[in-house]
Structure formats: C-alpha cells, structure tokens
C-alpha cells in the first residue's frame, strides 16, 4: 500500500505543484488575497460527540459550506494532505528533498544554498527557514490535490476512496489528479479542517522570525509561530500517524480496539479482521469517522509529551532523522509512552 499511493501522488507532484515561479494562485478563501497554508493546527475535536451526529442521509450530497470535520471528505482530504506532507517528509529524510526550480518567489532568496538540490545544515536557523519554505510550497500542490478531490465527489464518493484496496485509491488518485489544467483552487471547509488557508502577512511576519537567532534555543512549547522547526515537526509528525492509519486501513492491517475503548469499542467485532467493513454505509462512515478522529486527538497529544523537553534546535535535527529526540529521552530516562 505505502508504495501505490506514495508513487501515485510523487508521480502528480511536478505537474500539480501551482505557480512555482508567479504569484501564489487565487484563492476564494478569504478573497482573493496572497496566501499560504498550514496543515493539521491543533486540534479540539470532542470524537464521539462529532461522529455521533453523522447521518448516513449526507453520504448522497456534495460538500456543502458547513461541512463536519469527520464527514468522509474531510477526512478524505485528510488522508491526501497526510500523504503528501509524509512524501514531503521522507524526501528530505532520505536527503532527496522536493525542491522547486530557481526563481521561485517562495525560495529564491535561497538558490545559492540549493543549488546542489540540498538543504544545507551549516546555520540551523537558514535550515529551518528553508524547511519552512518548502513545507509552504509543497502545501500549496497538496492543498489543491485535496480541494480537487472533494470538489468532484460526493460523501459516498469520498467515503469509498477513505475505505477502498489501494488499486482503487491509485486508480481515482489518477482521474481526479491526473490532469494539472484541471485542479480545483477554490478552498472547501472540508479542507480547511487540516489544512487551513493563511494570509500573506502572517506568513510575512512568520517568516521574518527566523532572522533571530534566540528562536531556535526556544522551548518546543513555544507555538507562536507556525513555521517554527517544532510548530512544523507537529504537523509532519500527525500526517505520519493519519497516512499510517490510512494505510493499515487501506492494506487490511488495522489492529482491532479493545471492547472497552470509549470511541471505536463498540466496533472491536466489525474490525476484528483488521478492515472496514463495507456492507452498511452508515456504520462504515462511523467506523471511519471515529478511526481518523480518535487517531488525530491521541496523535497530539502523544507528540506533545515527546517534544516536551525539545527546543527549536533539536526539532531541526529531527526532521532530517526521525528518533533522535527518542534516543535522547531514552538516554535521560524520559521516554515516555508513546503506545498507540
């Protein structure tokens, strides 16, 4: 499974990625102003309350303005945005990162550091606004991805592509990607849920932190910026955790909840063979709904007990490897449990 999506989407990201080198593209949230965009914000989502009140009679309408942060687009939108940002992730850990041609008017101030296609390490603060740069860019491609799926399916669409073997997921993947003239600009509340659309001056502002030195002895804690290495180590780190539900989803793999877990126990006979079940729509809705939504609030705060004693420093090292924070907390005796 992780090869069939992963290739599906690197195989779209050169074709998709929007005006690398013009003005960022129109948005119709909010207006039509410079934008940006973040992906997985902190999140406040009370699971069971939200996936009780699904009803199977929305799984034959096209998003509407309003829509839930559980309902199958949204998390189908999820599920893409994960995807991307864990391609995102992998490259640069392998040191093959995705970065774009010369010029761009995201990393052009950059060029000179790039120009072997690698991200230098020398200045831990040029690193981080470099790696807050193209985690910018690549939102951007990943974010119209996502905007485009929706746009073009319904929640029973949607729910199919969340549940169905990866064939099927390359396949519409394919047909609703495939074509770079036709991606969908326009941003869906569905989206916004993971995904959110910021304005330029934010970013701006954001991104001119970086030009002071104290910010990267800064406590992980600190969360006043965005794109700072441990505000953008969070998102990576939640998009690893939804891409990989999404696939033990996708694969068969899922590993059955406990009878008395609060959300999903009292489905721990329907996964009991480590799938979804598909006969009944709505229960297959609930079971998805509550897998994403239970995944996403346990994933949080599972990361901000491993970050806790990091600063901004040790958050750049550890996007470029993953586990050395752990080594740290193991060596300290503070690792803590991080059971999922």
Request: charged content about 20%.
């Amino acid at each position: 499974m992780k090869t069939a999506v992963f290739l599906a989407l690197l195989s779209l990201a050169a074709g998709c990625a929007p005006a690398a080198s013009g003005p960022v593209p129109p948005t119709t949230v909010p207006g039509s102003a410079p934008h940006a965009h973040l992906s997985f914000p902190p999140l406040r989502l009370d699971v069971e309350t939200t996936a009780a009140g699904l009803s199977p009679a929305s799984l034959g309408a096209r998003l509407a303005p309003t829509d839930g942060p559980l309902l199958p687009c949204s998390i189908a939108g999820a599920a893409i945005v994960a995807a991307g940002l864990q391609t995102f992730w992998s490259g640069i850990e392998r040191g093959e990162p995705q970065i774009p041609p010369p010029g761009t008017n995201i990393l052009g101030r950059f060029d000179a550091d790039l120009r072997r296609r690698q991200i230098p390490r020398a200045d831990p603060a040029r690193t981080a606004e470099i790696i807050a740069r193209l985690y910018i860019w690549n939102l951007w491609a990943i974010n119209a991805w996502a905007n485009t799926l929706v746009a073009r399916s319904t929640q029973a669409e949607c729910l199919n592509f969340v549940v169905s073997n990866p064939t099927i997921v390359q396949r519409e993947l394919s047909r609703i990607l495939g074509d770079p003239n036709k991606l969908v600009y326009d941003h869906y509340a569905a989206i916004e849920h993971y995904s959110p659309t910021v304005l330029r001056p934010s970013v701006d502002g954001w991104l001119s932190g970086f030009e002071s030195s104290p910010l990267m002895a800064r406590a992980a804690s600190w969360t006043d910026n965005p794109l700072a290495p441990c505000s953008v180590l969070r998102s990576l780190m939640m998009a690893s955790r939804v891409y990989a539900l999404w696939q033990s989803m996708l694969d068969g793999s899922l590993r059955p909840p406990a009878p008395d877990d609060p959300v999903l126990g009292r489905y721990a006979s329907a996964l009991s063979e480590g799938s979804v079940p598909r006969s009944e729509p709505g229960q297959t809705m609930q079971i998805a709904a509550r897998l994403f939504g239970a995944r996403m609030t346990e994933g949080a705060g599972l990361t901000e007990r491993y970050l806790a004693d990091s600063t901004q420093r040790e958050c750049v090292d550890e996007i470029f490897q993953p586990g050395l924070i752990r080594v740290r907390l193991l060596k300290e005796g503070k690792l803590p449990q991080l059971r999922e």
